[in-house]
């Protein structure tokens, strides 16, 4: 299996409500990241998490880091419908560090 | 002003034929991506480029070329399309090597017929 895999592989939440997702990985890394991807568009990155960073914020977005366990969440608060969009975890375990390993998404649905 | 952008958007063409994907960046970058994406949303890198030297080359058909003519480039060629290369394919870049935060292209949706 691959690294950086995310839970659950769909959400369907109303507006206003808060959306985690999880990611789990296998290997030891020295950062963690989050992007965002949009219906039929590239990947934007949201959020960098170094292994020696337990928690990190950026606007409405928390992304933790459990190096223990091996897994990380992103939690999006207070979501609005423009949050729709699928949500992958990268790692820089694969490939000897020279490049990342996405998982395969956790498609959010954020209804109006 | 688009900061990695890769043409075409769409292509669609029938099996066994020779097609290229061009991707430039105005980053100011020095290495490059592809990534392939299935029907399924699993991203999985194929070609790494720094500084117009390959990197990375990860398992990928040698049907598949990419070609780097300055830092700011990096095209790929597929020969002999088969119905499994359909996909989306994406290019990206990042200032330094794969660790970075990554910049990404919007895509091509290739389709083999």
């Known amino acids: 299996s691959q690294q950086g895999e995310e839970d659950p592989q769909a959400l369907s939440i109303q507006e206003g409500e808060n959306a985690t997702m999880n990611c789990s990985y296998k290997?030891?890394?020295?950062?963690l990241q989050w992007y965002r991807q949009n219906s039929g568009r590239g990947l934007v990155h949201l959020i960098l998490i170094r292994s020696n960073e337990r928690e990190k914020h950026s606007g409405r977005l928390r992304v933790t880091l459990d190096t223990s366990k091996k897994s990380s969440s992103l939690l999006i608060t207070a979501s609005r419908a423009a949050d729709t969009a699928s949500y992958f975890c990268a790692t820089d375990a694969g490939t000897g560090r020279r490049a990342l390993t996405f998982g395969s998404g956790t498609r959010l649905q954020v209804q109006p | 002003d688009t900061a990695v952008s890769q043409t075409p958007k769409y292509l669609v063409t029938q099996m066994g034929n020779d097609k290229s994907i061009k991707c430039e960046q105005n980053?100011?970058?020095?290495?490059m991506y592809w990534y392939k994406q299935d029907s399924k949303k699993f991203l999985k890198i194929m070609f790494s480029y720094n500084n117009k030297e390959l990197i990375i080359n990860e398992t990928v058909p040698n049907r598949f070329s990419p070609k780097s003519p300055d830092k700011a480039h990096l095209n790929l060629h597929i020969n002999s399309l088969e119905l499994g290369d359909s996909a989306v394919y994406f290019c990206?870049?990042?200032?330094?090597?794969?660790?970075?935060?990554?910049?990404f292209g919007a895509g091509t949706r290739l389709s083999v017929l």
């Open positions: 990206a870049s990042s200032q330094q090597g794969g660790v970075d935060i990554q910049y």
């Open positions: 980053l100011g970058h020095d290495t």
């Open positions: 290997t030891s890394i020295n950062n």
